[in-house]
């Protein structure tokens, strides 16, 4: 396996595109086109909260009972959640709208909003957006990166990766794109992402390797604690790689499972570390674990520690909040048993132990904690269960972006 | 029932002081005392986290194996948690010595500690306040708030109330303080509390009342959803007030009850509106619940979410955010069929129905989000059973107390 560049484009026979459509941004690109020159598997995982805006309730149908998908529309701006009948009409005339435009089934067409909750999408706007994708879509890697930037709300940089896998002599090629980065928390974590190969899979296999592989990766991330109406991860495998199609359990299902994991680990990081207002990525990896449960429910209970997350933007070691973190999360374990350590490029070093502070510098652990990239490890010393959940400080830009994220 | 002046020296025979002891802090009060003439039948809840500090541990063995109690030493600045074997040596020491002082046993003394996780209390000091405190120990009301004022951390101002009840002919009063403010989240909320009464009544239905109490007061407050290593709620009943002891069910209990809940809830809205940098008390009621556990958890998922905290801190009547985290509590309910208003002394706005936005006005919304007390109120329309929890707006002071508390 290895990382190559560009994101949903690199695999073959996907194109896309990102557009301006003024759905509720001004002058920047806000929607988006992921296509498949042929029809593709397709599987999906989205929000838990009850609360469901209307593009997670279309989807969910579409991968469920659709035999195939082939098209993605995406719009930022308006998150289309919370608003009823007219919500969902409006879903159906995107879907509708990118069918003709295309010359696809309406009912291939998978739809995701992203932005603010309760106001209606214009379809106006939306269905010029998608005449205008339609025509702007291209293979290659500009196309895929104007996608990535199409999607972004409060996100500061695209994120993207593609990596390649050989599967028996061929070479398959996964890529994804997401954004964030706020109402970011496990279950589905806040996000949208989307995913494309071009490996010949199974709808079932598809399913089977996404829902396994989100509780390792998105699901283990949090920004906010905030699980948002529209958490969307989908992923469209078209077959062109021309692999012998995985339809069971075996060695190429478990390398096509690696390369899956290498690319939404890479995307869930990295929508960690630019969580809103963030200035650093919060990681926290649990060893040593009773079960595996309880390895990520320690290691979330860390990163989404408000208090934990202020120290770590204040490179103040403030190692009681962990430990108090973990206190409260629901896992039973013994403090005068738990090691605790910071790690980051700058070095690492032991901060708790035996029940009581280490006797470490100060100095050593603030210049370890001003990392990009700050680890805490936790070793619970009960088992051999890990589990690593990443996030990102608490600054006073989080709340300046939402204290007025509206206007 | 009727509210009077005062707080823990409000009841017959209580006494207290608040001296400074430099503890950690300098040149401010930094130790309290409350002691009781006689000896008091004691009562208290304690943290729910794995990670319990020394005072908890020793004020859950006193009240749970002790016949009486009859004096609390309360030190801010250091936490004494996560202090290994050295922690609960001071917690005995402090006893011991504060025994000595009084003139009471050592095991009557109840101890408490907040501030910092992880540092060792300086012994000599703790014990010089000590000394003081039992030098300086007084009735009325200076008393008790200089005690009120000593056990502060990050609050902006010291939090008491008293009220009277008769009971059987005889006034018994009830009064009490704590503290915030950071670190608060349910279960048991972070916080010290400690509550004085006069009231003759066994230490069991103490217990009983006590224990029935915060789950609807201090239970359901959330500064930044942290639950701390040190919460406690002691209190204690000296019974000089002269009434007919309190030990079974009946009209006597129900108002003791009631008006220990009126001291409970105050004493917990003070301590959410002065959560760590916080502008506005966030109140979040719910109505029409299916459930009291589902109105509790409904109530206290809006009042936790960290997006609507920052929308309520910029006035932002972002209700989105407020049915997202109803959405993701855990409850079950049809987002069609919930009523959301926002309401505060300027107002009542009615903002969701009927599965989309309601036509209001975003001036007057506004105009009601800038009170100092905001409240959501929440319909679910599913049963009879309503909760209410409070929090706090989510600030750039929150962030900057908390980047750098230790310093």
Same mark, same amino acid.
């Given at each position: 396996?290895?990382? =190559?560049?560009? +994101? *949903? ?6 194109? #896309?595109? $990102?557009? /301006? &459509? ?103 706007? =939306?269905?010029? +957006? *998608? ?6 879509? #291209?293979? $290659?890697? /500009? &196309? ?264």
């Amino acid at each position: 396996m290895k990382q =190559i560049e560009g +994101g *949903i484009t690199a695999a073959k026979g996907f194109q #896309a595109a $990102g557009v /301006e &459509a003024a759905v509720k941004y001004q002058n920047r690109k806000d929607m988006a086109l992921i296509y498949s020159e042929v029809s593709c598997a397709a599987a999906g995982t989205f929000t838990t909260n009850v609360v469901k805006a209307a593009p997670v309730i279309w989807d969910k149908k579409i991968v469920e009972e659709s035999p195939f998908a082939q098209a993605v529309v995406v719009n930022s701006g308006i998150a289309n959640a919370c608003t009823g009948k007219q919500g969902m009409d409006c879903c159906q005339a995107e879907a509708k709208c990118a069918g003709e435009a295309l010359g696809i089934p309406a009912h291939s067409v998978l739809v995701a909003s992203t932005g603010v909750i309760g106001m209606q999408i214009p379809l106006d706007r =939306i269905t010029k +957006g *998608i005449e205008k994708l339609a025509a702007a879509k #291209a293979e $290659g890697l /500009e &196309a895929g990166l104007d996608a990535a930037k199409a999607i972004m709300t409060t996100d500061t940089v695209p994120k993207q990766i593609a990596v390649e896998v050989e599967l028996g002599g061929r070479t398959v090629t996964i890529g994804g794109m997401c954004k964030g980065s706020g109402m970011i928390h496990p279950n589905m974590c806040t996000m949208l992402g989307f995913l494309t190969t071009d490996a010949a899979i199974s709808k079932e296999m598809l399913r089977k390797a996404l829902r396994a592989d989100v509780a390792d990766s998105f699901n283990m991330i949090s920004v906010d604690g905030d699980t948002s109406t529209n958490d969307t991860l989908l992923i469209l495998a078209n077959g062109l790689a021309g692999n012998v199609e995985i339809t069971a359990e075996g060695e190429d299902f478990e390398r096509f499972c690696e390369a899956l994991h290498f690319v939404t680990v890479y995307l869930a990081r990295k929508m960690a570390g630019d969580g809103e207002g963030a200035t650093a990525l919060f990681e926290t990896k649990v060893m040593g674990a009773a079960s595996k449960e309880d390895a990520r429910t320690l290691a979330k209970s860390v990163i989404c520690s408000s208090l934990t997350k202020a120290a770590i933007f204040g490179h103040d070691a403030n190692w009681g909040r962990i430990l108090c973190a973990l206190g409260y999360s629901g896992a039973q374990f013994d403090p005068e048993n738990v090691d605790l350590y910071f790690q980051s490029e700058s070095g690492k070093i032991h901060i708790y132990g035996n029940g009581t502070a280490c006797d470490y510098s100060e100095e050593e652990a603030t210049k370890i904690l001003s990392g990009p990239e700050v680890t805490v490890l936790v070793d619970m010393h009960m088992g051999e269960a890990e589990a690593t959940a990443w996030g990102c400080d608490l600054s006073y830009d989080y709340v300046k972006i939402n204290a007025d994220y509206r206007s």
